[in-house]
C-alpha cells in the first residue's frame, strides 16, 4: 500500500523489477492514485515518473549552473569556508554565499606548506591527528582526504577554489544498475563552468604552484607510472577469508592489508588514532581462525546444552500446534453432523427463516476450518545428537578444499558465511582473538533441514583464542 507508483521509486527498472518480483510471491501493490497496480501502470506510469525525474534534474542543474556563474556556491560545505546565512531584500535567505573560515584556512595554508616541503599526505594526516585537530568531516584525518584526486580536482591539495577559481560540473555522477551507487564519471574539459572568485582565495599563486610541482614529480616516478599504466584499482581483488571481518580490538575499526602477507588495524597505519600498532600475518590469523570454528565454536557440552533447549522449545511449540488441530478436527466433525442433521430437517419440509440463516453460518465456519486444516502440520525438525562431530567434520573438509583453486571461492563463502567478526585485542603477555559465529548458519553447516526451523535470527556464540 502506498501513496503512488512514483513513492516506491521513479526508476522504470526498479518499478518493473520490484513489481515482477511482489507478483511472483502474490503480493498485490494498491496505491492511492491508481488503485491495483498491473503491467500497464508500471509501463506508462513507471516511463511518466522517469521522465519526470530526468526533468527535474535538468531544471535543478539549470538552476545550480545560474548560481554557480554568478560565484556562489552550486551546493555542499567545503573546508575551510562558512556557509553565509541571511535574508535578502524580498525576506526569503540567501542560499550559496561563504566566507572565509580563518582558523580551517591557516590550516590549509600549513597543509600545502608541510606538502610542499616533502611531507607525505599521510605523514600530514598522522600529525594532525596526534595535535587532536578535527578533520573536514569532524572525524579523524585520512590521507586520502588531503590527497585527493588531481585530474578529478578532488582532495585539498587539488581544490581551485583555494586560489580564488570556482570550478563546477566537472564530474557528473551516474547509478550502477547492479550496485545501486553512485559513480563519478570526468565530463570533457569544455563542459566545466569556471567562474574567479578572488574574495575566496586562501592559498596563494606561488604555494599553489610549488604543491603542483611536487605532485608532478611524484607522477613522474617509475614506480607511480608502472602502477598508473597497470591500472591495478580496475582489477577484481581477491576475497581473502578474513577480508571485512576482522576488527580492531582496541578502536573498534577495520583491518587493512600491510604488503602482502600482514595485517593491522586502519586506523593506526593511516591515522595514527589507535595504538595497536602490531602487525599480523594474513595466513597465522586465518589458521587460529579456522582452529576456532573446528574446535571452539562447537564444543560437544555447549551443543548438547542447545539441543536440550531447542528440543524443549520445539516440542512446547508442537504440542500447543497438535492441541489447536484436535480442537479443529473435532469442531468439524460436531458442525458436519449438525449439517446433516438441519439438510434432513429441510428434507422433511422444515423451512423457517432462523434455519436458514444458521444453516449458511455452519457451512462458512466449515470452509474456515477446512482452510485450516488443509495446512500440512509442520514436519517434526530434531537436531542431531551428534551434531558437533558433524560440524567439526565439515569445517574440516571445508578448510581442506581452500587448497584447491577451483572449489576455493565456494568453500570460502561457505566458511565466511560462518563467521559474524573477528575482534583482535592486543595484550600486555600476547594477543586474544574473538570469534563471534552466527548460530543458525554453524547449525545449518551440520544440519541443513534445521536452519529454516531456527530462522535467520541474531544469536551469537563467542570463542576465544
Known amino acids: 500500500m502506498t501513496e503512488a507508483l512514483d513513492r516506491l521509486s521513479r526508476d522504470q527498472a526498479d518499478v518493473a523489477t520490484l513489481y515482477k518480483r511482489l507478483t511472483f510471491q502474490g503480493v498485490r501493490i494498491i496505491t492511492l492514485s491508481e488503485g491495483e497496480i498491473n503491467e500497464l501502470h508500471v509501463d506508462l506510469k513507471g516511463t511518466m515518473n522517469q521522465l519526470f525525474l530526468k526533468d527535474l534534474a535538468a531544471k535543478t542543474r539549470r538552476g545550480l549552473r545560474g548560481r554557480v556563474e554568478g560565484g556562489h556556491s552550486g551546493g555542499g560545505k567545503c ?39 616533502g611531507l607525505s599526505p599521510k605523514a600530514i594526516a598522522k600529525k594532525l591527528n596526534g595535535e587532536k585537530i578535527p578533520g573536514p568531516s569532524g572525524k579523524a584525518w585520512r590521507d586520502t582526504a588531503i590527497r585527493g584526486h588531481r585530474i578529478r580536482g578532488t582532495g585539498l591539495l587539488n581544490n581551485e577554489l583555494y586560489i580564488g577559481r570556482l570550478v563546477w560540473n566537472r564530474l557528473r555522477y551516474v547509478k550502477d544498475s547492479e550496485t545501486g551507487r553512485r559513480v563519478s564519471r570526468l565530463n570533457p574539459r569544455d563542459e566545466w563552468i569556471i567562474t574567479e572568485v578572488p574574495e575566496l582565495r586562501i592559498v596563494d599563486d606561488a604555494l599553489w604552484d610549488r604543491v603542483k610541482e611536487r605532485q608532478g614529480e611524484i607522477d613522474a616516478r617509475p614506480r607511480v607510472k608502472a602502477i598508473r599504466e597497470s591500472r591495478v584499482w580496475e582489477k577484481r581483488r581477491s576475497t581473502h577469508l578474513l ?64 539441543i536440550a533447549s531447542v528440543s524443549r522449545e520445539m516440542n512446547a511449540g508442537r504440542a500447543k500446534e497438535s492441541a489447536a488441530r484436535v480442537r479443529l478436527e473435532t469442531e468439524r466433525t460436531q458442525i458436519a453432523r449438525q449439517i446433516d442433521g438441519l439438510y434432513e430437517a429441510i428434507a422433511d419440509g422444515l423451512r423457517t427463516a432462523g434455519l436458514k440463516t444458521k444453516l449458511q453460518d455452519m457451512e462458512t465456519r466449515l470452509v474456515e476450518i477446512d482452510a485450516k486444516l488443509s495446512t500440512p502440520a509442520p514436519s517434526p525438525v530434531r537436531l542431531h545428537p551428534q551434531l558437533s562431530e558433524i560440524y567439526r567434520r565439515r569445517v574440516e573438509e571445508l578448510s581442506e578444499t581452500l587448497a584447491d583453486p577451483e572449489i576455493r571461492p565456494m568453500a570460502l ?53
Open 413 to 465: 563463502e561457505t566458511i565466511r558465511g560462518l563467521i559474524d567478526a573477528v575482534t583482535v585485542h592486543e595484550l600486555e603477555d600476547g594477543v586474544r582473538i574473538d570469534l563471534d559465529g552466527a548460530i543458525t548458519a554453524l547449525v545449518g553447516l551440520a544440519q541443513p533441514e534445521a536452519e529454516a526451523f531456527l530462522g535467520g535470527g541474531s544469536v551469537k556464540v563467542v570463542a576465544g583464542a
Open 79 to 117: 573546508y575551510g569556508y562558512d556557509v553565509v546565512r541571511r535574508l535578502g531584500e524580498d525576506g526569503q535567505p540567501v542560499t550559496g554565499e561563504r566566507t572565509i573560515n580563518e582558523h580551517e584556512a591557516d590550516l590549509i595554508r600549513r597543509i600545502y606548506t608541510e606538502f610542499s616541503d
Open 243 to 306: 577480508t571485512g571481518l576482522l576488527r580492531c580490538g582496541r578502536c573498534g575499526g577495520g583491518f587493512a592489508s600491510v604488503g602482502k602477507d600482514y595485517l593491522a588495524c586502519s586506523a593506526a597505519r593511516k591515522q595514527s588514532t589507535c595504538t595497536q600498532n602490531r602487525f599480523y600475518r594474513r595466513g597465522e590469523l586465518e589458521g587460529i581462525v579456522l582452529d576456532l570454528l573446528r574446535d571452539r565454536l562447537m564444543r560437544p557440552e555447549a551443543v548438547a546444552a542447545f
